[in-house]
């Protein structure tokens, strides 16, 4: 079996070296072609890793120096003459094989990482949903989700579906991954090759903090701590500095701080170095989250990798990674920068090496969303807001007393929506219509409003968001409009339109003029003149038909997007308002008939005549 590897890995690798040279003639051939930089990866994060598997499996393989390449039918395992495929064909083929290689039992580990590189390069970006990106999770469809450290390597990722970058944006997956460890990649946070090139080193330092779990007796809590695990993020004592004492002895003072807040700031503490007791009974489930968060790797903004849903660590043998006393298995925190003491672990030095993540363009202007500190942001102040505020205030406790346990990340990801972030709330919940329908009925009255927006205000100030003038302008705005419109929305007999797109705040939006928007509570307009659709064989024209069919209330309900009666609004935006119409997502308050969509189909097929 030992042969069969060796010569199906050496097979493998002649074919690599084979393509890059074609890669690399491809660019020379074009100045402009970008193949360069695929060659260079090849050679990197493909043919390297691999040519060390082959030394680490024994003598007779090659070692880590290029051999030149065989002629076709020379290789094991290779079919038929490798130059008449495609570059891209190639890469596929090479990516289906180092799969298949990964799942052999006795498989050297960086076989996972050439394979990594390869799903990378033959998936692409943007292929999320490709034939081929399918055809890798079919193949790798049985292996359990694992993170595995390789010695002086990238971390091995394999299943993990749900990969984030600080703000809490989706970052494309591959179903085997490897991420840069050494904290050199250039293409962070995926792994390049670079750590071979630096002689990264994956073990521990001698000198770190020493491991012991001390435990912190209180009034009503005792707060068990591991110093050798935290990664210094400061959520407990940025949040909760009479309880979390920096630069004092003890550390933990646990009586300082309300029972509630305590347990908070545990639970969020990304490392797993914090727990509590009750009674002297540890509450470890309560601590994990009950188990029941979706396997995630966030890749923290200069900082580590936050790691959630008790996704499995293994060493380089694959073996379960030694961890301190009380460590949490369902969340941890994994070394980014390559200069941690306790590797794999982060210890916090990346803030006393000034770890930087490549910076934002200067010229790009950031939305709300990221300005703000994107979801996770969010998802804190809103947890502020009803664990800590709403259950003990008597307007807003009975109103929220009923809702559902994932209720705080709901409105964390509808506002990160309407900031210009991911579409979340969209994608998961229904958009717009699912809010509405939280809001209809529900007699909201103007004390109850007002209290809501002066506790949010203050979660904000709670959670750390931004305090410059700017931002609280803008997001205070929303919070003002927004609400008043759930007012609205909530009172009996009200009829607000149902089918209205996501509102989307940014730092110019303005909730416009009064009578610019189509209100829940005013009657539509019968001034609306007739509708006038074309005969058969009669040119279809805007001013004559199309406009007719939008009504004073269409119109209303979209002006703060564009205008449905200017001609030059609805030719820009045709293709997207055609769509919404034969769905039924338009008009707001239900579907055209049949002939009105068939006449603006006519329209857009015929030119768009003013």
């Given at each position: 079996m030992a042969n069969q590897l060796t010569a199906e890995l050496r097979g493998l690798r002649e074919r690599a070296v084979e393509l890059k040279s074609r890669f690399e003639a491809a660019a020379g051939t074009n100045p402009a072609s970008t193949e360069e930089p695929v060659s260079g990866r090849?050679?990197?994060?493909?043919?390297?890793?691999?040519?060390?598997?082959?030394?680490?499996?024994?003598?007779?393989?090659?070692?880590?120096?290029?051999?030149?390449?065989?002629?076709?039918?020379?290789?094991?395992?290779?079919?038929?003459?490798?130059?008449?495929?495609?570059?891209?064909?190639?890469?596929?083929?090479?990516?289906?094989?180092?799969?298949?290689?990964?799942?052999?039992?006795?498989?050297?580990?960086?076989?996972?990482?050439?394979?990594?590189?390869?799903?990378?390069?033959?998936?692409?970006?943007?292929?999320?949903?490709?034939?081929?990106?399918?055809?890798?999770?079919?193949?790798?469809?049985?292996?359990?989700?694992?993170?595995?450290?390789?010695?002086?390597?990238?971390?091995?990722?394999?299943?993990?579906?749900?990969?984030?970058?600080?703000?809490?944006?989706?970052?494309?997956?591959?179903?085997?991954?490897?991420?840069?460890?050494?904290?050199?990649?250039?293409?962070?946070?995926?792994?390049?090759?670079?750590?071979?090139?630096?002689?990264?080193?994956?073990?521990?330092?001698?000198?770190?903090?020493?491991?012991?779990?001390?435990?912190?007796?209180?009034?009503?809590?005792?707060?068990?701590?591991?110093?050798?695990?935290?990664?210094?993020?400061?959520?407990?004592?940025?949040?909760?500095?009479?309880?979390?004492?920096?630069?004092?002895?003890?550390?933990?003072?646990?009586?300082?701080?309300?029972?509630?807040?305590?347990?908070?700031a545990v639970r969020d503490c990304p490392s797993g170095a914090l727990s509590y007791a009750i009674d002297e009974r540890e509450a470890r489930d309560?601590?994990?989250?009950?188990?029941?968060?979706?396997?995630?790797?966030?890749?923290?903004?200069?900082?580590?990798?936050?790691?959630?849903?008790?996704?499995?660590?293994?060493?380089?043998?694959?073996?379960?990674?030694?961890?301190?006393?009380?460590?949490?298995?369902?969340?941890?925190?994994?070394?980014?920068?390559?200069?941690?003491?306790?590797?794999?672990?982060?210890?916090?030095?990346?803030?006393?090496?000034?770890?930087?993540?490549?910076?934002?363009?200067?010229?790009?202007?950031?939305?709300?969303?990221?300005?703000?500190?994107?979801l996770p942001a969010l998802t804190r102040m809103t947890r502020v807001f009803y664990e800590k505020y709403v259950p003990q205030d008597p307007l807003l406790g009975p109103l929220f007393a009923n809702m559902s346990p994932d209720h705080p990340e709901r409105v964390a990801k509808w506002l990160a929506e309407v900031f210009c972030g991911p579409k979340h709330y969209s994608e998961e919940y229904g958009g717009y219509p699912r809010m509405l329908s939280q809001h209809i009925g529900k007699g909201l009255t103007e004390d109850k409003r007002a209290r809501w927006v002066q506790l949010i205000l203050r979660s904000a100030?709670?959670?750390?968001?931004?305090?410059?003038?700017?931002?609280?302008?803008?997001?205070?705005?929303?919070?003002?409009?927004?609400?008043?419109?759930?007012?609205?929305?909530?009172?009996?007999?009200?009829?607000?339109?149902?089918?209205?797109?996501?509102?989307?705040w940014d730092w110019n939006t303005a909730a416009g003029p009064p009578g610019s928007r189509a209100a829940g509570l005013q009657p539509a307009s019968d001034e609306d003149p007739p509708i006038s659709l074309p005969s058969a064989d009669e040119p279809v024209s805007f001013e004559m038909h199309i406009k007719t069919m939008f009504r004073h209330r269409d119109r209303q309900s979209m002006k703060f997007v564009f205008d449905l009666w200017a001609y030059d609004d609805v030719k820009r935006n045709a293709h997207a308002i055609g769509e919404r119409l034969a769905d039924g997502s338009m008009p707001c308050d239900g579907a055209w008939p049949e002939e009105q969509v068939a006449a603006f189909e006519r329209w857009v097929g015929s030119g768009m005549r003013p």
């Open positions: 090849l050679q990197r994060s493909v043919i390297r890793p691999l040519s060390d598997a082959l030394k680490r499996l024994g003598p007779g393989a090659p070692g880590p120096a290029l051999a030149s390449a065989g002629g076709p039918g020379q290789t094991a395992g290779r079919t038929g003459d490798a130059g008449s495929e495609s570059p891209s064909e190639g890469l596929w083929q090479l990516a289906e094989e180092a799969t298949r290689l990964r799942l052999t039992s006795g498989a050297p580990t960086e076989v996972q990482e050439a394979a990594a590189a390869l799903q990378a390069l033959a998936a692409g970006p943007g292929a999320e949903d490709s034939d081929r990106l399918g055809r890798l999770r079919q193949l790798m469809a049985e292996l359990p989700a694992r993170i595995q450290s390789q010695s002086n390597g990238p971390y091995l990722v394999t299943n993990v579906v749900r990969l984030t970058n600080g703000l809490g944006e989706a970052l494309p997956t591959r179903p085997q991954m490897a991420l840069c460890r050494c904290g050199k990649s250039s293409i962070k946070p995926f792994c390049d090759g670079t750590h071979a090139e630096i002689g990264f080193s994956s073990d521990k330092d001698p000198n770190r903090v020493p491991g012991r779990r001390d435990a912190y007796p209180g009034q009503q809590v005792t707060v068990l701590d591991n110093r050798a695990i935290c990664q210094h993020a400061g959520y407990c004592s940025d949040r909760l500095a009479t309880v979390f004492r920096v630069g004092e002895d003890p550390f933990v003072a646990p009586s300082g701080g309300r029972m509630d807040e305590i347990i908070r309560q601590v994990d989250h009950g188990m029941r968060r979706e396997p995630a790797v966030e890749v923290t903004n200069d900082g580590p990798y936050r790691i959630v849903g008790a996704i499995a660590l293994s060493d380089a043998s694959g073996e379960d990674e030694a961890r301190e006393a009380g460590a949490s298995r369902e969340h941890y925190a994994l070394c980014r920068c390559g200069r941690s003491q306790n590797k794999p672990f982060c210890s916090g030095m990346h803030w006393y090496v000034e770890f930087k993540d490549p910076p934002p363009d200067p010229d790009a202007e950031p939305t709300i969303f990221a300005w703000a500190g994107g100030q709670d959670a750390g968001l931004p305090a410059d003038p700017e931002f609280r302008s803008a997001f205070s705005s929303y919070i003002e409009w927004g609400s008043r419109l759930a007012l609205e929305n909530s009172q009996p007999g009200a009829k607000p339109p149902e089918h209205m797109p996501m509102p989307h």
